[in-house]
């Protein structure tokens, strides 16, 4: 655990001479900086109040820290719980630089979140998905509004799960067996989804 804190030492004082470079070359003003993780941390971390780590789809495993700082664009010192995915990023960074999509192209999956953030939009309603894999584990989620519904397999069998993240961010109380209608809900839009998602494969 003191190497873990090293190491995050370590980036802090990095990314410190990231910032004070752009500013020494006076481009702060027409900077966007993003700090962002690829996943929640390991089990070396606190994830707490987050239930899981880093490989699962718990949310201490997907709900990650980002900081975005773009003067002038970006209200400063602004704290939004909007739900949002990494690739969301990409589509954020390419209207920051003002670049458009080819014609012909498809359509980007994520939204311009930074932009939205900016402008005081009101968070978009749509349902956010994943799923990962390693070596015979296979996790698979959907989060609609508040409702996470969760699925892991293995060679032991699959399990289910089914929480309501306003009342239960740390995904303690697995309400699938008491929420049927939610359920057959959920995983029908993860079944349409992984479908979408291979006929694009």
Same mark, same amino acid.
């Not at 962002?36 to 789809?57: E, H, I, M, Q, V």
């Not at 602004?78 to 458009?100: E, M, P, W």
């Given at each position: 655990r003191?190497?873990?804190?090293r190491?995050?030492?370590?980036?802090d004082?990095?990314?410190?001479?990231v910032?004070a470079?752009?500013?020494?070359?006076g481009?702060?003003?027409n900077? $966007?900086v993003?700090?962002? =993780?690829?996943?929640?941390?390991?089990? #070396? /971390?606190?994830?707490a109040?987050? +239930?899981g780590?880093?490989?699962?789809?718990?949310d201490?495993?997907?709900?990650?820290?980002?900081?975005?700082?773009?003067?002038?664009?970006?209200?400063?010192g602004?704290?939004?719980?909007r739900?949002?995915?990494?690739?969301d990023?990409?589509?954020?960074?390419?209207?920051?630089?003002g670049?458009?999509?080819?014609?012909g192209e498809?359509?980007?999956?994520?939204?311009d979140? $930074?932009?939205?953030?900016a =402008?005081?939009?009101?968070?978009a309603? #749509? /349902?956010?998905f994943w799923?990962a +894999?390693?070596?015979?584990?296979t996790w698979?989620?959907?989060?609609?509004?508040?409702?996470?519904?969760?699925?892991f397999r293995?060679?032991?069998?699959?399990?289910?799960?089914?929480?309501?993240?306003?009342?239960?961010p740390?995904?303690?109380?697995?309400?699938?067996a008491?929420?049927e209608?939610?359920?057959?809900?959920?995983?029908?839009?993860?079944?349409d989804?992984?479908?979408?998602?291979?006929?694009?494969?």
């Amino acid at each position: 655990r003191r190497d873990y804190g090293r190491l995050v030492e370590r980036l802090d004082y990095s990314v410190g001479k990231v910032l004070a470079e752009v500013d020494r070359l006076g481009l702060r003003e027409n900077t $966007l900086v993003i700090f962002a =993780s690829d996943n929640g941390g390991n089990d #070396r /971390a606190r994830n707490a109040p987050f +239930r899981g780590y880093t490989s699962d789809l718990f949310d201490g495993g997907i709900h990650i820290p980002c900081m975005a700082r773009w003067p002038g664009v970006l209200p400063e010192g602004i704290v939004s719980g909007r739900q949002f995915l990494t690739l969301d990023l990409t589509v954020s960074i390419l209207n920051a630089a003002g670049i458009k999509q080819p014609a012909g192209e498809d359509a980007l999956d994520g939204i311009d979140i $930074l932009g939205a953030v900016a =402008s005081g939009e009101a968070p978009a309603s #749509r /349902a956010l998905f994943w799923r990962a +894999r390693r070596a015979d584990r296979t996790w698979r989620a959907v989060r609609d509004g508040d409702l996470k519904f969760l699925t892991f397999r293995d060679s032991k069998g699959v399990d289910e799960y089914l929480f309501d993240l306003k009342d239960d961010p740390s995904e303690e109380t697995n309400l699938f067996a008491n929420r049927e209608s939610d359920v057959i809900r959920l995983r029908t839009q993860l079944v349409d989804w992984e479908k979408r998602m291979e006929a694009d494969w």
